[in-house]
Every structure is written in structure tokens, then in C-alpha cells.
């Protein structure tokens, strides 16, 4: 479904065997082959020249097995890991084992050319080595035999009337050769193979030779599965209502297991996580498509698939779900839907595997898929019906908005395509295949042969664009950036021959530069012509234009940074393959994208210091980034077989080591990548030398160090460290939170990453300007060393924290760097939202138990927290500012029907504050609404000024002798009204509250100070009359100054003392003695309700 | 009284809201339990359009509406769902235990067939309802700028765990 195979699929039907991504080759076992005419083999007479080459397969490699032979004339083959051949009676001619290995179960491309008096073998398209063959051989009438003694599969075999040079074994490869060389073409890619040569010779099939199709994927094995790897952010289901959809391809070979699984996260027996699988249905005697969400028990959901699903072919699966319905799809068809309560526990991480299902905590043999899969696409959206058939057929790009996963087991390494992290084989699962018949082909397009580039250009004009190509001017003005580059990688490598070797390919490529550029295996060069950007591509073979496009669609700099990064790959493809690229727009914007990774744009900055070695760490970075292959995707133009064996040889170069073999071959891309660099134009900026990779506020996490609080942005969402890196643009992407109490007595620090190109002797300072409260940085030298990124630490000497009481503040810093003390030159610009509170914050918020902890203080509260209390210096400012802010600041209203609470609920035996949604309600005016009851007001206010660093808790007062019967109250201004009025009056009720709660200090009893946003009341000296009423909103006063039973009583008035109880109750037997002080309802977390 | 245990509050709340004489249902121990039990609201027949649902509790969610001719008229149902209609009974007391006024109307004798149990508000345009219905508890409150009834909505939920538990 990934998006490799797009412009093969885009074109073809539904239906057509390619859209499945298989191909085909001959299979054969030790004792079968495929025969032709002794005419084939009349060229091998050691006479004249000739060339042989085959793509061949081994399923084991045997001692001897033979591409192509006959008997007493020659043989071309395999001897274990070596490529061999052989004339009849003269010596074998044996590749050398330490340049290549051939490997199991892995296509090879070999060749081996005969000039009339050397033998030369490749392997892959390398020179492997090369050794005098002389003599004389009889022709005879014996059959040519193809692949006698293969275990494997075999894709083509040719023969040739030429001894190829190696740019053409290069090329041929995987495009077609010159015309007018080919003798024998021996097709197996279609069914019935046939040779395409000029004589068309005949191919019989014997014993068991047979043409097969062949559909890469991974096989489970009997046991096996497949663990993606580092993906605990790939979660679906664990927020229990949030909307994904998995769509995996899958064929089910055999019926060994009742449940077999496609793709889990989580324990199938927990309630948590979700499951994709398949189910033996007894009755159907067939499989069905399950969807589960929670466990396989009474708690959990499971959907069942009204369609079955067969064995024995490939079928296209899904379940999305959109956070109500769970729906099933299979072949692209809906199959069924139903509606899903939420699974009942939340999993912050995810616990993935795929093709079998976790059972008490391990994978479990029993629920291994006994077949393959090809593709698992894991969305966190639920998509759309049209979608899935959609994303069935033509797969979805990798940047597809809320494409979390393409696990593609297509090609090795089998990696999750949308982030690059690898996927582990275990058990048992391998990349193999599923091998199954293959049908006759009547369809040519199957036929797979590289296509032409064809732009619709003038080739007259490109043929004199290449017979004016010179360089050697610019080589002779920029020797000197030549000689830099080639003595770096030459002293890049410690034994002598292999010094030689990059030495001589240096020399080879800048020669060819000089002297003949067309000479050089890949050339690019830019023209703008007739109002176009125009890229050509010089081969020794000829020339095409790669990219052409209107030239005020991409400005010269843009064009010229994109042409450095094509020049990199293209130059690579051509190395290593011999295919060409061209680009495209989809191509330009992803090539936009990788200059923007500070280690590539790094990478990039070596400028005319580019070595092969650079280029070859560059592939890795991009191999690392996960950016390897859908560049590569997006610049090869060819069929599937060829795409994945393409992909598969550049993967497996970019993820090993750069042997003087890799590094040789990329001296030519490097001497390319100079000479477009020497061409930089003058409108585009220098690339920088120093980059700012990251800074990091909170960067010890024990606490030790003098650095930020640890925060998260909300429930759901951490804050992650380095808080900024390159693309965070806006303040609250990278915030930090500090404590007056700790940055007033000394001084925090921040650390900050900064990036080079390359080891460097030379003195590098950073600085930060602006900064606002944080301060600017002072000057400070950063010591590589032998490194090229380096960590610092910088105090922030000059901020302002402390001085403005608690606030939030956005700040930008203006981060340069100075080399060997010459002008500052910025490097990049930081902003950030920065919350001063008044020391760390007390419960339900907590510190340094790990950054997963969702109590950590959220950024979404100390957004509103933070303006709400600006500038206070004290508890109490903030305890009054933030009671009055909830109490008539944000619109909520007392809940007069019931008096119920909204914005707390049980959760684990704890009654928590949801308070998530009162942000919801705080942003958009939506969450629960604006209807509240005390305890809700007690819970913010409590919540809110603790975060800031007070200290206070939600605490009771009802009628503790018997607290059913609630005590009576005077008139009151409950929050959001205007009318003084006794709440939930008779008849229906009694006049007063069942209990009432508000945030409170210390021991929560008669002397301690309260705050109360829930309502107002009459501060006069007759709180207890219908009016005229005076109101007050009770902050910092304390519960009552009076005895719990104050005599004399009814309290006479004129009342003035300032206490909180005899204003809100009524001065009866039914109020104020009714009204006792209780402490903190259970369950509450000793009043500070955890946050959710 | 030890106000710091919850069965001090689940006994006040049995004598604020007359637990006694709660209905059993009509055959107690006996009736079916609901599973998985999940709402379903179609806008087109109802004109309540569904916004979301959000995990309510440990068994429970909380499904959002607005009307669609309205969208300040919006519309909360907390369905919470336990493991036996003892279970529910418990849950119930503990959310009415919640509630600042001392006594709520019954609605399921008075003036409507609505659940098992159901209490309304001290209100005239019933903005909240919560009710017992087998082994769920659902609590339906007004909670956009609007002031609505939600008395349809809360039937209409009854509706529909009635007849699930009739498929039980």
C-alpha cells in the first residue's frame, strides 16, 4: 500500500497481477533445469568476444550449481559464496571472496566477460577481478542447460556477442542493453519464459522447472512475529476513544491456528489496546476478519466480519475506528459497523506486534499468522470508505496527514516507512516471499524493461549542451578544494592498497572532469533556457534532462541546494545500479524537507570539502533519518522488481560501512557534487557553518542541577527534552516553567547542542541575543574536540525571572556564532513561553517522577494560571487573584437544579478534576459547559493556585452530627447570579446545602483562612436578613471566629466580626450550628483531586 | 461520624435520597445485565448531533450533542456501566451523594417512566436527569449556554439500554 509502487500501479487495472506487487521467476530444485538449442552456446569457442550475465536467486547456495552451461564447451555459475566460469578444459575463473560474497536469498546480478583473452567476473555490477583465460574450446551439439544444479530462482539469463565494458554491465543491470549485442536473452519473468534474442531459440522446462510467482513478504514461520521497534508513540486505542485504523494486506496458508494475528497492541486478555486478527468460524469452516477493542472477555468489544476470508490468496484488511463506530472492511468492501463504549484502560504506551497476538505478556505461538504479510498501515484517524479502497490500490505518501506506520515487509530491511524506525524478525519470521503459481502472461506491459526518459526537450540542443560540456576551468581555479577533498578521503583509509585505490579513483574522476566529463558515470548540469530551470543528466551513454520547470516556479537558490542533494542520490543510484533519475515536484518538496534535518544541512555545509566518505555518511543520515527510501522512491522510475532490488542494494550500503570498495565507487558522485557547488549563485546565502541542533531547559531530570521545572503540555501530551530543536517555531512549542524560590538565590542553567560539519581547529563561540526575561547568553566557546556536535551548558546570567511575580512571557533569542573571533553570524532564532511561578507547585501537581507523569504541572493550565495571577508576589495575591478570576472571570454558573458537580468524576477509587475539559471549557467554551457547583469551584481554585506554588486543598463543612440533613443558609450571590436568593429553596428543598466546599489553608478548620468562588456573600452587620445586601467574595477569611457553638445564640447583630460560616449560614438552630468543619472528602487525594 | 471513609457519604446519601424505597426491579437478582452497552443517537431522527465521546470513570463515557439547530444547546450523557445492578445502585448514591441540594425529585414514579431510579432537578425545564436502568447508571445534564431540556435524550438512551437488556 506504501507509496513505491505508484506510478507502476496508477496506470495499471485493478486486478492486474502488479498492483499486488509479485513477479515472476523460474523456480528450480538441485535436479531440474531449463534446456535450449547447442546453438546458444556457439559463441563460447575462447575464440571470439562474449559476455554472460544472470540475475539468480539461491536458496542455499551448493557446491557447484550453473547459471548457464554445456556440456564440454563452458559453464557460468556458482561454486559456494563465488561466481565462476569456465571454458571446457581451461582453467575455472573464480571471483575473489574478499571483494563479494553471494549470499542465500538474495537476487544477485552476475556477469562475466570474455575479450578474447581475460576473463572478467562482477558481482552486482562491480569488477570482482579479472584473470587471463587463454586456449582453445570445440563446439559440440549438447544442449544449453540454464540453472543445472540451482536450488532457487532464476529471472534472466543473456548472452552477449560483446566483451561488455563495466559501464555497460553496470547499465545492464536493469535497463536494456545496446542494440545488435545480444545473442540469447533467456526471459523467466513471464510465463511461459521465451528468449527475446535475435534467434529466438526454444526453452524447455525439465522436471521440475517451473515458472512461479513470487509476492514479497514476510513469513511468520510456525512461531514467528514481528516487533516494530521504538514505537511506543504508536498507540492505537490507548486513549480508549481515540480514532485509528489499521489496513494490513494478508494471506493465510493453512489452518493450523483458530486465531491468527494480524496486528495487536496490547495483551489480548487486558482491557486495553486494540487487535486486528482472524478467527476460525466452525461453523463456516472459514476464517472471519476481528476487530477487538480491550480484552477478548466480557469487558472488551469484538466485531466480526460477516465476509470470510480464504486461504490461499491475498486479501486486503482494515478496521478503522472514529471514536464511536468500529467498522470492518475487507477487499476494500465495508463489511460491518457497530458502536463501541470506550475500552476501559488507558495505555500511555503502545505494546505493538505483529502476525501474532500477546498473551500474558509474551507473544504467543499458538496465534501466529501462518502466512504473510505484505503491508501494515497503522492511521490515527479512522478513514473513510473511499480512502481504504483508495489506499488498498494506490498506496498512501508517506506525509499522509495522520499516517502513523507503514510497517512494508516488501523489501529488506523491512522498516516502518513513515518514520524510518526498523522492525525486528523474530522467532522464526522472515522476509521470504510467498511462492505460488504463476499465471500465464498475456498482458506485455508485464513485461518489465526501463522505460526511456523522455521530457519532450530538443535533443539537438541537448546533444550540444553535451559536446560543449568543460570543466576544466573551473577544475583548474578550484584545484586546490579538488586536492583537499581527495587527500581527506585518501587519509580516511589506513592500509596502503587501499590508500592507492581512492588515490587512483581521484585521479580517474578529476582526469575524466577535465579531459572528457561525459566520460564520468554521472554528470548534472543546470541551464536556464527559455524561461526554465532545465537539469541535465550526462552518462557516458547519452544525456536527459532530469527536471524542467517554469523558472519562476523555484528560485535560483532553491534549485541550486536541490540539484546539491540529487546530485548525492542520483549520483549514488548510478553507482551503485546503473539507473538513472530524474525529479519531479513531489521530489523537489522532499528534498525541500531533508534540508531542513540539522545534521544533513550540516552535512551538506562541507560545500567543495565534499569526499566520497562525506557522501557515503550522508547516505547514512539519511538512511538513520528514515529519508533514504522514499527519496529514492520518488527519483527512479522503473518497475516494481527492479524498485525493490534498487531500494534493497542502496539500503543495505547506507546501513554498512564505507569499505574502500563503496567509497571508490562514490568518488565520481563527490567530484560531481563540487562542481555543482562551485556553481552556487550569488543570490543564495552561504550555507552555516555551526547549527543550533537543540536547547534544553528541564535537562536533568534528577533534579540536581539548577535547571527548569518539569512540565507537559496536558494529560496526553509530554513536554519532550531538548524542548527546542530546528522547526519549533512558535513559543509554546518549546516552553520552560521556573520557581522564583529557586532562580532568585542562583542562577539556572540551560543546555544548549550545537552542530558543525566536520572537526575543526578552529575557535567557535555562541552567543544568545534578547531573550526577555531569560537574558541574553554571553559569548561562550564551544569545544568540539575531535566531535562534531558539542553539548553546553550556559547560565543564564542575566534574567529577570523573579522580578515581575508570577507571569508567562514569550521570549526570542537571536542565537550566533563566531569563528576564530571574526563578525557574528547568525546560526538561528529560539522563542519560547516561559512561566515564572512562585515556588515548585504542591499537590495534585508533582515533580521529578519522570516526564510520562501525567501529574507533572501542564502548560495548558499555567497558560490560564499564570495571566490569571500575573505579577502576584504571594500566596495569598495569588490564592485572591485566581478565586476571583473563577468566580467572575469566566462566565460559570452555579448548577441550580441539582447543585451537581461537572468537572469531577471517580476514576480508580479517586474522585479526580477533569480538568481537561475545564480547559476545553477555558478555550472554546465547550468541555462541560459553564454550569459548576462548589466543589468544582473549590477544585479549580485549589488546582489553579497550587500549580503556582501555594498550597491549599478542597476541604467541607456540613452538618457532621448528621450529614443528611445539610444546613440551611442565608441569601447568597451563588457564582454567575445576580439575584440574592437561599439556595434550593422549599418546598423542594430545605433552604441550604447537603455540604459545602471550598479551598482552604492550613488545617482546614475553624481559624483557617478559606477561599470560596462559589458565591458571594453579605459582609454587613446583618448577613442573616432579606436585605438590602452588601457582597463579598470570600478570599483569605477565615471559617469562623465564633465557637463551633457560639452563645449567645441566635448571634445577635449588629454582626461584625470577619468570619465565614455565620455570613453563609443561617443564624437558626438548622444553619449555623449545622455547619461544622470536616476535612477533605475521601477519596480526594487529602483534597487536591488528580488531574485527568 | 468518620467523614474521611465513603461509607459515611453513601449512608448519609441512602437517607437524602430514600434508598429504601428504590425499586428492585421486578424480579431482584434476576434481571438481564447489559455488556458493552453503546449509544447511539442518529441526528436525523432525533436533532441531537453527536460530537464526541470521552472516557467518563473507570466503566464508563460520556457522549457530547448539540442541537443541530442550535449548536449553543448542547447536551452531556454519562453512561457508566457496572458489573451488577448492585454495583449501579452504589454508583448512583455515590453521584447523587455529589449533589449540594440536600433532596432531588424522583422521575421515575412521578411524572415520567424513566429508569429504574431516576432523579431530575430543582428545575422547571429539566436540564438534568440521572438514572438507574439494570446494572448502568446514566446521568443527562444541559450544558451548553443554552438552557434545554434533555428529557428526550435521556429517554431515549433509556430506550435503547432497554432494549439491549431485552437481547441480553
Known sequence: MLNDVENQTDSLPPGDPRTDRSYVALSLDSLSWAQTSSAAGSLFTGQVQLSVDAWIRFNGLPANAAAISQANVFSFGSQGPAVYFQFYGLPIVLSDLTQALLQDDHWHYICATFDGAMVRLYIDGQLNTGVSCMGQVSPNTNPVLIGQGVQGLVRRVRVYNVALPATDVLNNMYETPTAGT?????????????????????????????????????????????????????????????????????????????????????????????????????????YRLVSQRGSNGDSGQVLISSATIATGVWTNVATTFDGLNLSLYVNGAFDSTQSCPPIPLYSQTSDLLIGAAIVQGIPSGATTLQGFLREVDVWSRALSATEIVSFMTASPDVESPGLQAAYVFTNSPARNQANGHPIGLA??????????????????????????????????????????????????????????????????????????????????????????????????????????????VHRPRGSYVAFRADASSIDDCTMWRVRLVFTLIAGTIDAFTGVGSTLGDKAIVFIGRILTVPAIAAQMANGARMTASSVFLFLGLLYTQGLLRPLILLLIDVGFWTLIRVVANLLLIAAGIGTVRIVSSLVATAVTFVTVYLQKPTSCDPLPTATLASISFDYDPTGVAVDALTIRRNFGTDISVPEWTPGRATPSDAPCAYAISSVATAIPNIQVAINIPSATTHTVKIQALGGGILGAIDPITVNFGSATSATVTLPLSHHTLAAGGVQFKDVTWTWQYQVDGGTWTNMASSSHRVYVILTTPTQPWQQGAGRGNQQLPWTDVLDFACAWAASATTTDQVASMITTKVNSGINLTYDLARGASFYTGPSAGINRFLCGLFVDFLRTGLGNGRTVNCTDCATIVTSFVNILGCNVCTSLMLNSADPSTGFTCNQILAIGNTTWAVPFPPPGGIGGFSYHEVAWTGATSYSDPLYDACLQYDSGTNPWGTGPHTAQLGVKIPFSALAPNPTPFPIPTPFTAVSYRERLAANTTLGIPRCIPVGQRPSTNSGRRPVV | MNFSHDAAWLEAAKKRFDFHGWSQGDDAGQQHTVRAFSLNIDSDSTGWAFEQRAVYGDSGYADYFHRLDDPSARAMVRVTEYDTRSAAETGLLETLSMSMAVTLPRLDAVRNALGDVAFGGHDELDQSVVFLRANIVVDVRSIGDKPISILDLAKRTDAQILTAESNA
Open chain 1, 427 to 536: 522467532e522464526g519470521a522472515v522476509l521470504s516471499g510467498q511462492l505460488g503459481p504463476a499465471p500465464p502472461t498475456t498482458d506485455e506491459r508485464q513485461l518489465e524493461v526501463a522505460e526511456t526518459v523522455k521530457s519532450g526537450f530538443d535533443e539537438k540542443l541537448i546533444a550540444k549542451i553535451r559536446s560543449e560540456l568543460d570543466f576544466s576551468e573551473l577544475h583548474r581555479s578550484n584545484s586546490a578544494a579538488f586536492d583537499d577533498a581527495a587527500a581527506s578521503d585518501i587519509a580516511a583509509f589506513d592500509n596502503p592498497e587501499d590508500k592507492r585505490r581512492i588515490s587512483e579513483a581521484w585521479k580517474d574522476a578529476r582526469r575524466k572532469l577535465v579531459e572528457n566529463p561525459t566520460a564520468l558515470s554521472m554528470l548534472t548540469t543546470y541551464h536556464k533556457l527559455n524561461g526554465e530551470h532545465v537539469l541535465i
Open chain 1, 182 to 286: 545480444l545473442a540469447g536473452d533467456f526471459d523467466f519473468s513471464v510465463n511461459p519464459p521465451v528468449d527475446r534474442g535475435p534467434s529466438a531459440f526454444p526453452l524447455t522446462l525439465q522436471n521440475n522447472a517451473v515458472p512461479i510467482k513470487v509476492s514479497p513478504a514476510v513469513s511468520m514461520g510456525t512461531t514467528g512475529f514481528v516487533r516494530p521497534m521504538g514505537e511506543k508513540a504508536i498507540n492505537p486505542g490507548g486513549a480508549q476513544v481515540d480514532p485509528y485504523s489499521v489496513q494490513a494486506w494478508v494471506y493465510l496458508s493453512s489452518a493450523l491456528n483458530p486465531l491468527q494475528a494480524i496486528f495487536v497492541n496490547s495483551d489480548l486478555t487486558l482491557d486495553t489496546g486494540i487487535a486486528l486478527y482472524v478467527q476460525f468460524d466452525p461453523a463456516a469452516s472459514a
